[in-house]
């Protein structure tokens, strides 16, 4: 043992200059992720003309003109309406049908099974978004183009697939002898779903459900193609994009941030159980 | 009754995947294999034919060559760190997963601030006393800082996402496998190399495909930074269905953007293969 | 009153076979323990008799009712599980209350039913913790009141002590036996320990490969096993076998020595390592391990080729190497059939 130990003084060196390059690296990343973020905030947060104007502060004069040009802009108020109207629906629709199915993987064992587990995850081999193009024309044929159902329709088969698979985790997370418990004590199959597994898959459920917002209040391509009127915040930003002044798009920017950083910090707990079951 | 119950379960869900999943993806082969009702491969020697096609193609191609990988050694990168790491390791954890909840238009109007003429780029090199004058970046005349500005975004936004579901496979293998290796002599990196890494196939798996998925779906981080300066191929599609009004040559794009999509997740799976026998 | 009788249950799995053809009859109050190694089917047998797993074939009577069509909560029963079950969300109180609150039982009786149980498990301290902050040991303790204060004509326990440790299991054994000795209930114990099944059984039934090999009082199934595998599988160490060749009428060949045996075609000879003594006359046996455990001592030695066990006084001085002569006690000698593995009376 004697002979691999370095001496007290070196060996305390190159810790600390290992820990320096460690928190180096740390603070690099950090600022990485963050000082974009910050750069946009500091535009919303001044007046256009700042916004406009060379060289710039690093430093937001909290002028809210830009914001309050934003807010009136034709348009921005129903387009931000109309996204959290599609991320609720979304919300509901693929919980209300991806919980379900996530509960029969996990309780059941049924011939069909693994095939519908599969099906899931094959969906994420296939570029989603373009579902739009041809639901565009199934939707005029019905009624649904431009609709805010309609939109919610296609970003619910967005996050249908993560719902399935995180509520599949969340509930197998659920020891099935709790439920079994339930039963020999007298509960019908719903009345132990209601009285035990629930509660106890509630915050996961709910952060799911928080995902599944996320997913359709950060989607462009199908709403861009899909709506016209009743376009959501980022399909009018989009579709705005060579026409609007500098101030207006990075509000509108902030305004598709501010609720994300909400979002991710609610979820957070969640994130990395829900991702590591992903996976299988 | 209790044999029926996972198929009730099911059911909403099945129901949901065949008409907003199947039929569509159904229709979409056909609209791009007709042209007013009759077979045709037309849509394509159209969609070839277009002097954008190939620049769209190859474009897409090279972003994801060079921000996939890039994306990877970050995401593994920032996952050992987490990993290493004993008090703040939340905190970080959040910060590293911001950008997963900003949509790529937001990431797009985030590095637009940077690297507009008025933007944090120039105001930087200005005070540094680099330049005197704004330039513009984001002109036709300098492609190649378009495609830069690009893969930053990209690098920027989607890194996340792989370091979340890199995070969580790490955390599902034990420990005692590095602590073996480390008795058996196994350095630092040897122990990443020949213990981390083959364990963690399942989650590079996962995180690859949805990746280069996502690559490939590219849009609006380049309608933001660069308009159609710069063509990808969901931005043609888009073009074609919404501005030429050519669902067919769309459809053809369409067929395109998921061809690369299956092959690519195959590859991946083919590659990073794991044995039934060899998984924890 | 909760005769429980299982007629004819088999269980299947796809195509491996849980359970072959099951019948017992378990008398009221009785104590009964399934016991055998893992895979045996013994926990699937209790969980027909729960209602958690449908039977492929047969029919489960409780108390002179049919109930293998009815679902779990019907059937009059209470069930403790390998690992608790403790419901995490719910206080101490609430989870022994559970079963009280889905039965609409008022209040006042819910109390004193909880209060009541909480004491006899020695929890009445607890009885506003969560789960998450009870030991195992706890836990155990609360998932066995949650079941008594139902005050269930049958109480179901699938492995409850295995979790755990050593001490503790020993204390909780004692306790748990004199409990429900108290509770005047039917009781269908499972459990791959078999000194746990002779502690507390008034019947054991030995399961393996899906069948009941033999259910019978513990001394029963100790000292006359009903077959080879019986014997193998209970006592600590198990039987010893032997080869056997038929020596004239009655009497057997028996690596090199001469038995009385049984009127049979043919036979194997048996007989349990305690049941052996030193003596100057008997089968002579080649020592490869001693191993001393206190009160006595376990010899591994050989036997015309076969290894053979031997629990011999401590007292004596033996080493690897030494040739003893074990002499078996006459009436301890056991006879299996070697085709069929059963015993031969």
């Not at chain 1, 910050?38 to 710039?56: D, I, M, Q, R, Y």
């Not at chain 1, 007298?186 to 952060?207: D, E, M, N, S």
């Amino acid at each position: 043992m004697s002979d691999v130990t370095i001496p007290g003084p070196r060996r305390e060196e190159v810790n600390r200059a290992g820990r320096f390059l460690f928190g180096a690296g740390i603070a690099l990343l950090v600022l990485w992720v963050l000082v974009p973020i910050w750069f946009l905030f500091v535009n919303a947060l001044s007046a256009p003309s700042e916004v406009t104007g060379f060289p710039k502060r690093f430093w937001p004069s909290f002028d809210l003109a830009s914001v309050r040009f934003f807010w009136n802009f034709q348009g921005v108020t129903n387009a931000l309406w109309n996204s959290i109207k599609v991320a609720v629906l979304t919300m509901i629709l693929s919980i209300g049908m991806g919980a379900p199915a996530g509960y029969a993987l996990s309780r059941f064992d049924f011939p069909g099974k693994e095939f519908f587990r599969v099906l899931v995850i094959m969906t994420r081999a296939f570029p989603l978004p373009l579902l739009a193009l041809p639901l565009a024309v199934m939707f005029i044929r019905t009624g649904l183009d431009d609709t805010v159902l309609g939109l919610a329709l296609v970003h619910a088969m967005l996050a249908l697939p993560f719902a399935v698979l995180i509520t599949f985790s969340l509930f197998s997370g659920i020891p099935v002898e709790l439920e079994e418990a339930a039963w020999t004590l007298g509960c019908t199959r719903l009345q132990a779903f209601v009285k035990v597994v629930l509660p106890l898959a509630l915050p996961g459920i709910a952060a799911s459900a928080v995902f599944a917002f996320v997913i359709s209040w950060n989607e462009v391509f199908a709403a861009a193609v899909l709506t016209i009127e009743n376009r959501t915040l980022t399909a009018f930003l989009l579709q705005s994009l060579n026409v609007s002044p500098l101030p207006l798009k990075f509000a509108g920017g902030a305004a598709l941030v501010l609720p994300a950083l909400i979002f991710i910090f609610a979820v957070r707990k969640y994130l990395f159980a829900m991702w590591g079951i992903a996976n299988r | 009754m209790n044999r029926a119950l996972p198929y009730l379960l099911l059911l909403p869900a099945s129901l949901f995947l065949l008409v907003f999943f199947f039929y569509p993806f159904g229709l979409v082969v056909v609209e791009s294999l007709t042209r007013g009702g009759e077979w045709t491969t037309e849509n394509f020697t159209r969609m070839t034919g277009h002097w954008k096609f190939s620049t769209a193609f190859w474009n897409t191609i090279w972003l994801t060559a060079i921000v996939v990988p890039v994306q990877l050694i970050m995401a593994l990168a920032m996952a050992s760190v987490v990993q290493k790491l004993k008090t703040g390791r939340a905190g970080l954890l959040y910060i590293f997963a911001i950008p997963l909840g900003i949509s790529d238009l937001a990431a797009g109007l985030v590095w637009l601030a940077i690297f507009e003429q008025s933007g944090f780029l120039n105001s930087i090199l200005h005070a540094f006393g680099v330049i005197d004058r704004p330039q513009l970046y984001l002109g036709y005349q300098s492609l190649w800082v378009i495609f830069l500005a690009v893969c930053l975004a990209e690098i920027w936004r989607a890194t996340a996402i792989m370091m979340v579901i890199i995070v969580a496979g790490m955390g599902l293998i034990p420990k005692e496998y590095n602590e073996a290796a480390e008795v058996f002599g196994a350095s630092a990196w040897q122990r990443f190399t020949r213990v981390t890494l083959p364990l963690l196939r399942p989650s590079l798996q996962t995180a690859l495909i949805l990746r280069i998925l996502m690559a490939f779906e590219v849009f609006a981080v380049v309608m933001a930074l660069g308009g159609t300066t710069l063509p990808v191929l969901m931005g043609e599609t888009f073009q074609w269905q919404f501005q030429l009004q050519d669902r067919g040559v769309a459809a053809a794009y369409a067929m395109v953007i998921l061809g690369l999509s299956v092959a690519f997740s195959l590859v991946v799976l083919r590659l990073l293969h794991v044995p039934k026998g060899a998984r924890i | 009153m909760a005769e429980i009788v299982i007629k004819g249950v088999a269980k299947q799995f796809g195509a491996f076979t849980a359970l072959h053809s099951v019948d017992l009859t378990i008398a009221d109050q009785e104590f009964m323990v399934l016991l055998g190694a893992s895979g045996c089917g013994k926990t699937t047998l209790l969980r027909i008799i729960a209602g958690l797993e449908a039977p492929s074939q047969g029919e489960v009577w409780i108390g002179g009712r049919r109930v293998d069509h009815l679902p779990p909560r019907a059937r009059g029963i209470a069930m403790v599980f390998q690992n608790y079950a403790v419901f995490p969300h719910l206080t101490v109180f609430e989870n022994i209350a559970f079963g009280l609150r889905m039965a609409n039982m008022p209040q006042a009786e819910v109390e004193r039913r909880v209060t009541r149980t909480a004491e006899l498990m020695h929890i009445g301290q607890l009885l506003k913790r969560y789960s998450g902050e009870l030991s195992g040991g706890q836990r155990q303790r609360v998932a066995v009141a949650r079941a008594l204060a139902m005050e269930p004509d049958v109480i179901l326990m699938d492995e409850p002590l295995s979790n755990l440790d050593a001490l503790l299991r020993l204390e909780m054994r004692a306790e748990l036996k004199g409990v429900l000795a108290q509770s005047k209930t039917t009781t269908i114990y499972v459990t791959h320990d078999q000194v746990e099944a002779m502690s507390l059984a008034d019947r054991i039934s030995v399961m393996n490969g899906g069948y009941i090999v033999q259910a019978d009082r513990p001394t029963e199934v100790y000292r006359n096993p009903a077959a080879r595998f019986v014997g193998s599988f209970i006592g600590n160490p198990p039987m010893n076998f032997l080869p056997a060749s038929p020596d004239g009428a009655g009497r057997w060949r028996v690596a090199g020595r001469v038995f009385d045996g049984p009127h049979a075609e043919a036979a194997e000879f048996a007989i349990r390592p305690e049941d052996l003594q030193a003596a100057s006359d008997g089968l002579n046996a080649e020592v490869r391990v001693v191993e001393p455990l206190g009160p006595h001592t376990l010899i591994t030695a050989e036997v015309a080729g076969q290894p053979f066990r031997a629990v011999l006084e401590s007292d004596r001085q033996v080493a690897p190497g030494d040739v003893i002569t074990l002499a078996p006690v006459p009436d301890r000698i056991r006879w299996f059939d070697p085709e069929t593995h059963k015993a031969i009376a």
